[in-house]
């Protein structure tokens, strides 16, 4: 496998200020954010404080330049505390600001990525419609040049922070080539005439992350609003970075498993049944054990893909796996915990009954477990 990978120290010392960070200011307010469902500005702030919205970007727009062995660590401590958050987080800090980094002007990275980097201003991004969610290809939003702007028009549905964004980056179709080679990426002020948000979506989890529809009515922009070279670029752009979509879910993954398996384990040496903790039945620890190993395991399979990209390598295939295993993997997690819990755990006494709720949204974003598997199949030579 050519692994040669171990963490340095300076990626050692960023899991752990994260980790005290998470420990000091997140846990302890993490189901009040669920219970509130309000967005947690303040730690999202602290994040910024932190360096984490610029860990990818460079220097002169007051990023960090970091590699992604270190990005996941980021996603995986903040997951740890919690996932709400997260999730946030990695949208302001990858899928919100990345095409503008990569491809916007100089003055939509002084106006938006630079704030967005500081906590000040939020990006997001918008891809999914009511009608093409796995089948990105089928989008119908679209985006037809008039002179020097393009004209945009279509809804997009699960938004995330739509309803608090700045800017946005939408995914339109331009040319009438069918499929994913249509597709271009835009970049909007959500000060646009015809930008509207739309229906708001009450979600089963990860409450404190606000999601809703954005609809593009005839909304006017500049031909600079394209992010990249030219027409019929986007589908390549987007390709460039599915590796590392998975491998941020993944890592979320970890830091969901990771905070089930602490909460589990101390429960279980707490909890006294038949004059005994119940992790010393079999029955439990066995559980545990198994959450502990297959945790393990993914963690090695999504650093090691993230450690793959650094190396500057695509591991669709390792990147695939690892997304697959690391989400299905906090989802047993979190059943396995509830019943470590039982009525304890259906309560909302207890954190393990938001986990269970909030890990379901890892089996579906950065890819669904059968579109995974049918991407591995395919790596496999099917
Ligand atoms: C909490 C949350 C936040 C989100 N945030 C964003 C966001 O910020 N921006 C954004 O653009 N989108 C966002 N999404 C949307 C997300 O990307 C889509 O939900 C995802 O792409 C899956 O699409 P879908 O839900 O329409 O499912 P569908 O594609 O309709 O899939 C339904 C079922 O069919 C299966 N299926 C589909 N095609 C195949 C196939 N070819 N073979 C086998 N099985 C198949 C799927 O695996 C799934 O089980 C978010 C979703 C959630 C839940």
Known sequence: MGMDFNFTEEQEIFRRTLREFVE????????EIDRKDEFPEELFKGLAELGCFGLRYPEEYGGVNADRVTFSIFCEEVARGSLAL??????????GTHFIAKFGTEEMKEKFLI???KGEK????????????SDLGNLSTTA????????????KTW?????LADFFTVAARTSKGKGMEGIDFFFVEKDTPGVELGRNIEKMGLHGTRTSEVVLKDVRVPVENLLGEKEGMGHLYLRDILAEIRIMTGALSLGA?????EDAIQYAKERVQFGRPIGKFQAIRFKLAEIATELEAAR???????WLIDQGKQPIKEASMAKLFASETAVKAADEASRVFASYGFSKDHAVERYYRDVRFLLIGGGTSEILKLIIGGELGL
């Open 122 to 133: 939020k990006g997001v991004i918008c891809m999914t419609e009511p009608n093409a969610g």
């Open 144 to 155: 037809v040049k008039d002179g020097d702007e393009y004209v945009l028009n279509g809804v």
């Open 24 to 31: 000091k200011k997140v846990k302890p307010v993490a189901d």
């Open 300 to 306: 090695w399979l999504v650093y090691y893909s993230a």
């Open 115 to 117: 704030p967005a980097i």
């Open 257 to 261: 498993g990771q905070a089930v398996l």
């Open 159 to 163: 938004i995330t922070n739509a309803p």
């Open 86 to 95: 997260a999730a946030s987080a990695t949208m302001q800090a990858f899928m």
